[in-house]
């Protein structure tokens, strides 16, 4: 056919998109990561270079293969394997196969959701709702209403979800912690509203500084912004820090006093290093243990600070990514928003209806006394015991370098340790174009082919006198060398710039 000059113009163009998607950033997944990626396929294609892997402790992913790679829970695959394919429930060779409670959880399920191909309500399938609703009760001690729980793909899509009923303006100002995690800066620019930072306290174990933070929502109303929400992480990302109830408290005050809604982002909340010191105390607990007091005003807090609280089975002991289940439980929502965000959560049908099922075995472990209960504690403890010593003998390694000072894990995957660069390395980013600490992250993964994310992408930029963070997941199965690899690289960079 003759060739014809073609009138079409491309609808897609970079400047016909919608622009906010041009501003966001997501640095877990950003350069670091796609260089990480390139270098993981290079060495599938047997090409060399100065590492024989490539380890991505960029995200918190724990059952990533082939260097994180922790193994599911058995319990939970058996449940979901049965109810994947039902045959198997009474089938008398996988009868042998999957223990008897592992059978009778899959047929419960599947009494409610009846197959997982099919769509289930849109909060989520009755059943696990309630499940959820017990485990919550019997968490804090106080009620919890399945009708206020909605199932969904993951925490994440349940922040955006609510974000994108919060944000109504551009005008809309949310407060994220610095550092945060960049789910939340992504979503506020995607939703176009005005990101209001409170900073965590570094020289206090990543505390909340609660007067610093109402000054920053004084200060961001003056300027006309319309505060309406704070976003807190408990346990924290990139931190790994704990807040004390005392700060949860002050915290819901000031939500009270400033007329704040709180997202309270807890995927972390099983993940505790410290539970004697630090143990994890939820939003709900406290916001609830105001209605006990005495005073009016106390009482009045309980009933009215509005609150999002979120879980996910990505993380945990679980460690479920892949599956994309969560929920969150809405406190004190007004009926008719509620009613708004049933009719959101609609549009999407449902969420996957595996994600809910891990939803339901998070909250519902075996029993003492069940045929699974033993192999399932064993696992649970043994993937807490090798998260706690991964975490502490990476955080003494970093400790013993020279210039990297890093904090202990209370909580989470991570850690957060501040390294201070020579400034022969600042000049040398600078003449790079790139920031310190992407300069000193890139330089990390081109020698040692491990991956982490600058502390920048947390919103933790390099200071002036050379200051920068990195965040590191604490999930690599092979600590010894990771952090001898590490060790050995950042020895090198201060020979090749000098000392800090
Ligand atoms: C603090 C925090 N919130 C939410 C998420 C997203 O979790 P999900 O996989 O449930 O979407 C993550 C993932 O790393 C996280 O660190």
């Given at each position: 056919?003759?060739?014809?000059?073609?009138?079409?113009?491309?609808?897609?163009?970079?400047?016909?998109?919608?622009?906010?998607?041009?501003?966001?950033?997501?640095?877990?997944?950003?350069?670091?990561?796609?260089?990480?990626?390139?270098?993981?396929n290079?060495?599938?294609?047997?090409?060399?270079?100065?590492?024989?892997?490539?380890?991505?402790?960029?995200?918190?992913?724990?059952?990533?293969?082939?260097?994180?790679?922790?193994?599911?829970?058995?319990?939970?695959?058996?449940?979901?394997?049965?109810?994947?394919?039902p045959?198997?429930?009474?089938?008398?060779?996988?009868?042998?196969?999957?223990?008897?409670?592992?059978?009778?959880?899959?047929?419960?399920?599947?009494?409610?959701?009846?197959?997982?191909?099919?769509?289930?309500?849109?909060?989520?399938?009755?059943?696990?709702?309630?499940?959820i609703?017990?485990?919550?009760?019997?968490?804090?001690?106080?009620?919890?209403?399945?009708?206020?729980?909605?199932?969904t793909?993951?925490?994440?899509?349940?922040?955006?979800?609510?974000?994108?009923?919060?944000?109504?303006?551009?005008?809309?100002?949310i407060?994220?912690?610095?550092?945060?995690?960049p789910?939340?800066?992504?979503?506020?620019?995607?939703?176009?509203?005005?990101?209001?930072?409170?900073?965590?306290?570094?020289?206090?174990?990543?505390?909340?500084?609660?007067?610093?933070?109402?000054?920053?929502?004084?200060?961001?109303?003056?300027?006309g912004?319309?505060?309406r929400?704070?976003?807190?992480?408990?346990?924290?990302?990139?931190?790994?820090?704990?807040l004390?109830k005392?700060?949860?408290?002050?915290?819901?005050?000031?939500?009270?006093?400033?007329?704040?809604?709180?997202?309270?982002?807890?995927?972390?909340?099983?993940?505790?290093?410290?539970?004697?010191d630090?143990?994890?105390?939820?939003?709900?607990?406290?916001?609830?243990?105001?209605?006990?007091?005495?005073?009016?005003?106390?009482?009045?807090?309980?009933?009215?600070?509005?609150?999002?609280?979120?879980?996910?089975?990505?993380?945990?002991?679980?460690?479920?990514?892949?599956?994309?289940?969560?929920?969150?439980e809405?406190?004190?929502?007004?009926?008719?928003?509620?009613?708004?965000?049933?009719?959101?959560?609609?549009?999407?049908?449902?969420?996957?209806?595996?994600?809910?099922?891990?939803?339901?075995?998070?909250?519902?472990?075996?029993?003492?006394g069940?045929?699974?209960f033993?192999?399932?504690?064993?696992?649970?403890?043994?993937?807490?015991?090798?998260?706690?010593?991964r975490?502490?003998?990476?955080?003494?390694?970093?400790?013993?370098?020279?210039?990297?000072?890093?904090?202990?894990?209370?909580?989470?995957?991570?850690?957060?340790?501040?390294?201070?660069?020579?400034?022969?390395?600042?000049?040398?980013?600078k003449?790079?174009?790139?920031?310190?600490?992407?300069?000193y992250?890139?330089?990390?993964?081109?020698a040692?082919?491990?991956?982490?994310?600058?502390?920048?992408?947390f919103?933790?930029?390099?200071?002036?006198?050379?200051?920068?963070?990195?965040?590191?997941?604490?999930?690599?199965?092979?600590?010894?060398?990771?952090?001898?690899?590490?060790?050995?690289?950042?020895?090198?960079?201060?020979?090749?710039?000098?000392?800090?």
């Open positions: 056919m003759a060739s014809t000059s073609s009138s079409y113009k491309k609808v897609l163009t970079l400047d016909s998109i919608n622009q906010n998607i041009r501003n966001v950033e997501y640095a877990v997944r950003g350069e670091i990561s796609n260089r990480a990626n390139d270098y993981s290079q060495l599938h294609q047997k090409n060399k270079l100065p590492f024989d892997s490539v380890v991505s402790a960029n995200i918190g992913n724990p059952q990533q293969q082939p260097h994180l790679a922790q193994k599911p829970l058995t319990f939970w695959r058996q449940v979901a394997a049965l109810t994947e394919y045959d198997l429930i009474e089938n008398q060779e996988a009868i042998k196969l999957f223990p008897k409670d592992a059978r009778e959880r899959a047929k419960h399920i599947l009494q409610d959701v009846g197959s997982v191909g099919a769509y289930s309500h849109s909060k989520g399938a009755q059943s696990i709702r309630e499940h609703a017990q485990y919550i009760e019997e968490r804090d001690g106080f009620p919890s209403d399945p009708e206020m729980i909605y199932l793909a993951g925490a994440s899509a349940g922040v955006q979800l609510l974000m994108s009923v919060l944000i109504s303006n551009a005008n809309v100002g407060m994220i912690p610095i550092p945060q995690y789910l939340y800066s992504a979503a506020l620019s995607f939703y176009n509203a005005q990101p209001v930072k409170y900073f965590l306290n570094s020289d206090d174990d990543w505390s909340i500084d609660v007067k610093q933070m109402a000054k920053e929502v004084d200060d961001a109303r003056a300027k912004i319309d505060v929400a704070l976003v807190v992480i408990n346990p924290g990302n990139p931190t790994g820090s704990c004390s005392d700060n949860i408290r002050q915290i819901i005050q000031l939500a009270y006093e400033k007329n704040l809604l709180v997202m309270a982002d807890e995927v972390y909340q099983a993940n505790i290093y410290k539970p004697n630090l143990p994890f105390v939820s939003f709900k607990k406290v916001l609830c243990e105001f209605g006990k007091s005495s005073k009016a005003e106390e009482q009045s807090i309980a009933k009215e600070v509005e609150l999002v609280s979120f879980h996910s089975i990505s993380k945990g002991v679980s460690g479920e990514c892949g599956r994309r289940g969560g929920y969150f809405l406190t004190n929502i007004s009926p008719d928003v509620e009613g708004q965000i049933y009719k959101m959560a609609s549009v999407n049908l449902c969420p996957s209806i595996q994600g809910q099922i891990g939803m339901d075995l998070l909250v519902r472990p075996p029993k003492k069940e045929e699974s033993e192999l399932y504690e064993k696992e649970v403890n043994d993937i807490h015991q090798t998260l706690l010593e975490s502490r003998k990476m955080a003494d390694k970093f400790n013993q370098l020279e210039g990297i000072h890093c904090g202990e894990a209370q909580g989470a995957l991570y850690l957060f340790p501040q390294i201070n660069l020579p400034q022969k390395a600042l000049k040398k980013a003449e790079e174009n790139r920031q310190p600490d992407e300069y992250c890139l330089r990390l993964l081109d040692t082919g491990i991956c982490v994310v600058p502390g920048g992408g919103g933790k930029k390099a200071k002036e006198d050379g200051t920068i963070f990195l965040r590191t997941t604490i999930l690599a199965k092979e600590t010894d060398a990771f952090v001898d690899r590490f060790g050995t690289f950042h020895q090198q960079f201060l020979k090749e710039f000098g000392t800090p």
